[in-house]
């Protein structure tokens, strides 16, 4: 009775391996190393006692017994509950899970609806790079811009769209996109219609399935061939007028501040070597550096005339820098530009008038100063500043 009620045990318990590892396409190694053991220890019982020398062979057969029917528990159970979870889907409502299933396709087909129909309304275009930077898809605004008619493109191709002497900025721009600095902004040039313009793009990376992706957008900057576009750093600053508007206000506060004018020397020698456009895009990149370091406050920057700008800085830690760059040369003030492959460094002549509270000029005598002040800057051959008063 003992025999045949291992030979049995030993029966099921090869039968539910089996019948679990083709149900469910798997093969457990555990199982299959614990029916392994089981058959092993008893080929020794059976067939070598002779080697079991710590107990007596009719106990061991015993105790095995007791261990085989475990295993059999322990089999029955984990195929069981693999019963179960198939019993429990098989039993479920398929209208609700099917209903379920259809709400999800028309979120996501709204979802992509919503994304083309936005596309249509940029006037920018889209450019969708492949993550190994080998090809790109570009939307219709994209093509428009560009001046042709495919949007899946070669990395290659692109480039020959581009400017040679761009071409190894705007690698450098997507290449050194990473996870710590995922966004990246670069201007260059593209030929359309055999004449050069100059777009700006501005992208983003994100990552997706292990794979960084790059999505960016492009657009136009000159001014004749994209006429719905403006260079923002110039054309938002305001002018003289709203200048003298500010002082009047400014000295209304009784607290002391600096008008900082400012002459970008050497623009009209990049106008005749580039031309204008690059000479538009650097004074733009040169204020937006301004800004940056110097005026963040609102009406804080002006524009005099095409390369002349007023800066009021109101705060005595910002004037001491702009003071130490002036007396040194820094690249606070020189500052070296690139735009597209064009590198250039743009340096200003600088006229500084200080307002305090108990001054008695008026804004016109005050504005007056600040120019006299830059004149002698730009007449000085040893220093590119002048400080009225020093």
């Given amino acids: 009775m003992n025999e045949f009620f291992i030979y049995l045990s030993l029966a099921f318990i090869l039968v539910l391996f089996i019948i679990s590892s083709i149900l469910y396409k798997k093969m457990r190694i555990w199982k299959l190393v614990l029916i392994a053991l089981t058959l092993a220890i008893y080929a020794i019982i059976r067939f070598l006692p002779q080697y079991i020398t710590f107990i007596d062979s009719n106990l061991a057969l015993e105790y ?36 379920e299933l259809e709400n999800i396709k028309d979120v996501s087909d709204l979802l992509r609806l919503r994304f083309i129909n936005t596309i249509g309304l940029l006037h920018e275009g889209l450019i969708f790079y492949n993550p190994d930077l080998e090809g790109l898809f570009i939307t219709e605004q994209t093509s428009e811009i560009l001046g042709i008619k495919e949007n899946d493109l070669t990395m290659e191709t692109y480039q020959g769209y581009l400017h040679e002497e761009d071409r190894s900025e705007y690698l450098k721009a ?48 000159d001014m004749k061939l994209f006429p719905e576009t403006m260079i923002h750093e110039l054309d938002s600053l305001p002018d003289e007028n709203l ?128 120019h006299k002040a830059l004149e002698e800057a730009i007449r000085n051959n040893k220093k590119n500043y002048s400080i009225f008063g020093e």
Avoid: C
């Fill in 64 to 99: 095995f017994t007791y261990f085989l029917f475990g295993v059999l528990i322990l089999l029955s159970v984990t195929f069981k509950n693999k019963i179960k979870i198939t019993q429990n889907l098989t039993d479920y409502d398929f209208f609700e899970l099917e209903k």
């Fill in 174 to 221: 997507l290449r050194g996109t990473t996870k710590k600095n995922p966004s990246y902004e670069i201007k260059y040039r593209i030929i359309r219609n055999k004449t050069y313009a100059w777009v700006i793009e501005k992208g983003r990376l994100f990552t997706h399935g292990k794979k960084d992706y790059l999505v960016s957008t492009i657009k136009g900057i």
């Fill in 243 to 370: 200048l003298t508007q500010i002082l009047v206000q400014a000295r209304k506060e009784k607290e002391a501040f600096y008008m900082v004018l400012m002459h970008l020397t050497n623009i009209p020698d990049i106008n005749r070597r580039f031309g204008r456009d690059v000479g538009n895009l650097m004074i733009a990149e040169y204020i937006r550096k301004m800004r940056y370091h110097f005026a963040r406050d609102l009406n804080s920057i002006f524009r005099i005339t095409g390369i002349e700008f007023a800066l009021i800085i109101r705060e005595e830690q910002k004037y001491e820098v702009l003071k130490r760059a002036l007396t040194s040369g820094g690249d606070l003030i020189n500052l070296r530009l690139n735009v597209g492959g064009i590198q250039q460094i743009v340096y200003p002549n600088v006229g500084i008038v200080r307002h305090d509270p108990w001054s008695n000029y008026e804004v016109n005598d005050f504005i007056s100063l600040g």
